[in-house]
């Protein structure tokens, strides 16, 4: 059977929670930065299921030897923030992820236009297709960013089966593009809102997470 982009949108209290806090335009910009981190924290948990390399050994406990599995070290992992908005999950990812290296990109969109365009672009020349990818991009709005930054990642030697994209709120127009370039794609979301307004925000959506955690 041919893949089928998945969806995750995690029934977690704590999920539901803090993307409450994230959505309400009364927040201020610092408890904002704590609800990115919380969703970034608990997004990411959800998504390194059945992602994350693993082995399995054997430990002496105190009384016994005993089966264990540990997260493979061997395996590269690693999380691509999107700048600006993406570094705003990033404190939470890392904090389940602490063996995963940092690579940096950025895509500017045009406002006009909604075509993204990259500034800066941090990813090694080449990757190994096992690497593991986390993808962090809080508003995954029209697409136009992550399809840029997937068509960089496969040019490098990714597998799309091995990325998960953590946004905190999805719209549908994005989900249709990516499952169609992309259908082994696996994405993890706070919420699937109801779609876009003319200048390309989600509604209801946060308003503009770059700005808000940034308080500009
Ligand atoms: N980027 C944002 O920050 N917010 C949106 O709603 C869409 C894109």
New binding site residues.
């Given amino acids: 059977m041919a893949p089928q982009l998945r969806v995750f949108v995690p029934p977690h209290p704590l999920v539901k929670h803090w993307l409450g806090v994230a959505r309400d335009v009364n927040t201020p910009s610092a408890l904002f930065r704590t609800a990115m981190t919380e969703l970034g924290r608990w997004l990411t948990y959800e998504a390194a299921r059945e992602w994350l390399p693993t082995f399995d050994t054997q430990v002496e406990t105190p009384l016994a030897p005993c089966p264990a599995t540990f997260v493979n070290p061997e395996v590269p992992m690693m999380i691509i923030p999107i700048l600006r908005?993406g570094l705003a999950l990033m404190e939470g990812a890392q904090s389940v992820l602490p063996l995963a290296s940092v690579y940096h990109v950025g895509y500017v969109?045009n406002e006009e236009t909604l075509e993204a365009s990259c500034y800066l672009n941090k990813l090694p020349s080449s990757l190994s297709p096992e690497t593991r990818v986390l993808i962090s991009e809080?508003?995954l709005?029209t697409g136009g960013t992550m399809m840029t930054a997937m068509a960089d990642l496969v040019e490098r030697g990714i597998q799309p089966g091995n990325v998960r994209i953590v946004a905190i709120?999805a719209a549908p127009v994005a989900l249709k593009k990516l499952a169609e370039a992309y259908p082994e794609l696996t994405i993890y979301t706070a919420m699937i809102d109801e779609g876009?307004n003319e200048n390309?925000?989600?509604v209801p959506?946060?308003?503009?997470?770059?700005?808000r955690t940034f308080g500009t």
Avoid: Q
Wanted: hydrophobic share 45%; aromatic share 6%.
């Fill in positions: 908005a969109r809080p508003m709005a709120v876009l390309g925000y989600i959506g946060l308003g503009d997470a770059g700005d």
